[in-house]
């Protein structure tokens, strides 16, 4: 529980006003746990995506330490592709406190 707060306070932190408009999408978690929306001048623009979240208490590296490991089930991906085509897997590593993105887009 303490993990997912922390990280969700982490991607709220650098994703934010006055850039984004963050949503939270985790009561009914189907495999979108924020969604965010581009501002334009401090006004909401429609331009959107969704965020997956995934948190680990300690990190799990591949490529000599550059890239964070996550697991993900492939109806997971599926669902944020279905949506507008893009969205972000974001890894958090609570250890490092370090956040983690990647795109999935068809």
């Known amino acids: 529980h303490v993990l997912s707060a922390e990280s969700a306070r982490a991607v709220k932190s650098v994703l934010g006003l006055p850039r984004f408009i963050v949503r939270d999408e985790i009561i009914l978690d189907y495999g979108c746990d924020f969604g965010v929306e581009l501002a334009i001048d401090n006004e909401a623009s429609n331009f959107r995506f969704q965020i ?24 997971r991906l599926h669902y944020l592709l279905r949506g507008a085509g893009k969205g972000v897997v974001v890894g958090y590593d609570q250890e490092k406190r370090r956040l983690f993105y990647g795109w999935v887009e068809s």
């Open 52 to 75: 997956q979240l995934k948190a680990q208490e300690r990190g799990v590296y591949v490529d000599d330490g550059k890239y964070l490991s996550v697991e993900m089930q492939p109806s």
